[in-house]
Nanobody
Framework: QAQLVESGGGLAQAGGSLRLSCAAS????????MGWFRQARGKEREFVAV????????YYADSVKGRFTVSRDNAKNTVYLQMNSLKSEDTAVYYC???????????????WGQGTQVTVSS
């Protein structure tokens, strides 16, 4: 079982940057693919990005491609989401999740963090 804790959220101006972290602990945490999802108020949770267990493969939602970068440091059991050129529509609660494969559907993930709020002011 894996436990996930996100950090790094906060307030940023449009065009600015934030870096989210997701610290994983528990059995075989580094063997999971790690995804990032977000949920804006009144909307459904949506896929943002995913990285393979090795870090060798990544995949992004079209809405963040070219602006966000997902990475991981397995020695630290931590996954990162670097968010650049932020837009007001990026405002949401961001969640990291762990699962057996690189998936874009939230139902494919087994473990979730508690979420961290990102607010982008225009």
């Amino acid at each position: 079982q894996a436990q996930l804790v996100e950090s790094g959220g906060g307030l940023a101006q449009a065009g600015g940057s934030l870096r989210l972290s997701c610290a994983a602990s528990g059995r075989a945490a580094s063997s999971y693919a790690m995804g990032w999802f977000r949920q804006a108020r009144g909307k459904e949770r949506e896929f943002v990005a995913v990285i393979s267990w090795s870090g060798g493969s990544t995949y992004y939602a079209d809405s963040v491609k070219g602006r966000f970068t997902v990475s991981r440091d397995n020695a630290k059991n931590t996954v990162y989401l670097q968010m650049n050129s932020l837009k007001s529509e990026d405002t949401a609660v961001y969640y990291c999740a762990a699962g057996p494969g690189m998936a874009t559907f939230s139902t494919e993930y087994d473990y979730w963090g508690q979420g961290t709020q990102v607010t982008v002011s225009s």
